[in-house]
């Protein structure tokens, strides 16, 4: 990987880590404190002269469709676990806190899922987080171990893509 693109996702992470220091500052857990935190994180990382606005913008994309992802991932497994667990094997108590835990967040990212649906396609040139993701137009797969760039479709050519796992 070139020197370049590694400084690329390095900033990318910092970007992240700056919105997470930004939301937890904010005491709440809502949307609007979360879209709050990614333009501060923007607006500091400017500042700074670490970040261009172009590239603020465009991290700012990048991560409101990455938490779009994990939020449905999130909600899937929640429904799996209420429709999977045995309350047998756990006692009661437990059972409610998690189900109150899987309701409280899940309500969350499904609002974050609808805030973020415009950036739930992922495109070639695009920094993409590890996981696999498949073509829109052929459902080839690419899989990525780290955060990378994606490289059009290998079996299309195609640019756009889903992330599947």
């Keep these: 990987m070139a020197n370049s693109e590694q400084k690329w996702f390095d900033l990318y992470e910092r970007y992240t880590e700056k919105t997470k220091e930004f939301f937890n500052e904010s005491k709440e857990s809502t949307?609007?404190?979360?879209?709050?935190a990614?333009?501060?994180?923007?607006?500091?990382?400017?500042?700074?002269?670490?970040?261009?606005?172009?590239?603020?913008?465009?991290?700012?994309?990048?991560l409101k469709r990455d938490?779009?992802?994990?939020?449905?991932?999130?909600?899937?497994?929640?429904?799996?676990?209420?429709?999977?667990?045995?309350?047998n094997r756990v006692q009661s108590g437990f059972m409610e806190l998690t189900a109150k835990v899987a309701d409280s967040g899940s309500n969350f990212l499904e609002r974050l899922s609808e805030w973020a649906k415009e950036t739930g396609v992922y495109h070639t040139g695009e920094i993409a987080v590890p996981g696999a993701f498949k073509c829109r137009a052929c459902e080839g797969e690419l899989h990525f171990e780290a955060a990378g760039r994606l490289p059009p479709c290998p079996k299309c050519s195609k640019t756009e893509f889903r992330r599947v796992g």
């Design 67 to 87: 938490l779009e992802q994990t939020g449905n991932d999130f909600n899937r497994w929640s429904q799996w676990i209420k429709t999977h667990s045995s309350p």
């Design 38 to 62: 990614l333009e501060k994180a923007k607006d500091s990382l400017h500042k700074t002269g670490e970040l261009t606005q172009e590239e603020g913008r465009q991290f700012k994309a990048y």
């Design 31 to 36: 949307v609007e404190a979360l879209d709050e």
